[in-house]
C-alpha cells in the first residue's frame, strides 16, 4: 500500500544532507545536517531525530478541473534520479487566513496571487508535493516538499520569489525553508 503519511526526520544522519536552514518568518527549528522522508508516520522515539514533523497527502482543496487535468497531464514524480536538489519548507497560515470561507481562500490563492498558474510555468521541472498538517496539531499547517536538478535551482528561486510577493503570502506567518542535497 501507497503511504499517505510521512514523518520528515532532521538528525545527523540521512537521505538528504541540509546545504542551508533559514526561518523566512517567525521562529526558526533547531539546525539539523540531514534530513529523511519516513513513509508510514509511526516512528519509534528513537527514530524521531532531533527534530520531526508529520504530513498527511490529502485531497485538493482549491484546485478546479481544468487546473487539475492540466497538472495531471505536465507533472512528475518524485525520486527523478537527476533531481539531487530538494526544498522542504514548512509553513503555517495565520489565524485570518482560516477565518476565511473557502472561495475567499480560493480568490486570493489564484484569482489575485495566480500560484497554481505561476507555479504551472516550473513544471515538470520541478516535483512537488504538499503534505497537510493542520488537522494533526502540529506546528506547521503545511509541509511542502520540491525536487529539482540542479540546472533548475535558478527558476525554483524566481518561483518562490514570485509567490513570496504575492497577496496569499501575506498570511504567512512562519515558513522555514531548508534547502537538500541527495546524499
Ligand atoms: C497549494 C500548485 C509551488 C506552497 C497548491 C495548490 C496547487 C499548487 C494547485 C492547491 C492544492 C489544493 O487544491 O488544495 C503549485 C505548483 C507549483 C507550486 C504547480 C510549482 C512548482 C509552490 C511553492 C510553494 C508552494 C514553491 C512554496 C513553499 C504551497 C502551499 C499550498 C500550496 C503552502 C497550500 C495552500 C493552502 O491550502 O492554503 N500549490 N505550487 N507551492 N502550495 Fe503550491
Known amino acids: 500500500?501507497?503511504?499517505?503519511?510521512?514523518?520528515?526526520?532532521?538528525?545527523?544522519?540521512?537521505?538528504?544532507?541540509?546545504?542551508?536552514?533559514?526561518?523566512?518568518?517567525?521562529?526558526?527549528?533547531?539546525?539539523?545536517?540531514?534530513?529523511?522522508?519516513?513513509?508510514?508516520?509511526?516512528?519509534?522515539?528513537?527514530?524521531?531525530?532531533?527534530?520531526?514533523?508529520?504530513?498527511?497527502?490529502?485531497?485538493?482543496?482549491?484546485?478546479?478541473?481544468?487546473?487539475?487535468?492540466?497538472?495531471?497531464?505536465?507533472?512528475?514524480?518524485?525520486?527523478?534520479?537527476?533531481?539531487?536538489?530538494?526544498?522542504?519548507?514548512?509553513?503555517?497560515?495565520?489565524?485570518?487566513?482560516?477565518?476565511?470561507?473557502q472561495d475567499e481562500r480560493r480568490k486570493i490563492m489564484e484569482s489575485k496571487s495566480k500560484h497554481t498558474q505561476s507555479g504551472m510555468k516550473y513544471l515538470p521541472a520541478i516535483a512537488r508535493k504538499l503534505f497537510h498538517s493542520r488537522d494533526i496539531g502540529e506546528a506547521f499547517d503545511f509541509l511542502t516538499w520540491f525536487e529539482y536538478a540542479p540546472a533548475d535551482a535558478e527558476a525554483f528561486e524566481e518561483l518562490l520569489d514570485t509567490l513570496r510577493k504575492t497577496e496569499e503570502w501575506t498570511y504567512v506567518n512562519r515558513e522555514i525553508d531548508i534547502r537538500l542535497k541527495k546524499v
Open 1 to 101: 500500500m501507497t503511504s499517505t503519511i510521512f514523518d520528515f526526520v532532521g538528525d545527523n544522519s540521512g537521505e538528504w544532507q541540509v546545504t542551508s536552514m533559514t526561518a523566512y518568518k517567525g521562529n526558526p527549528i533547531e539546525s539539523v545536517s540531514h534530513l529523511t522522508k519516513v513513509p508510514l508516520g509511526d516512528l519509534s522515539q528513537s527514530e524521531k531525530g532531533i527534530w520531526s514533523f508529520k504530513g498527511i497527502i490529502s485531497n485538493l482543496r482549491y484546485t478546479e478541473k481544468e487546473e487539475k487535468d492540466k497538472l495531471t497531464s505536465i507533472q512528475e514524480d518524485l525520486g527523478r534520479k537527476n533531481a539531487t536538489l530538494a526544498a522542504f519548507i514548512p509553513i503555517r497560515k495565520s489565524e485570518t487566513w482560516w477565518n476565511l470561507a
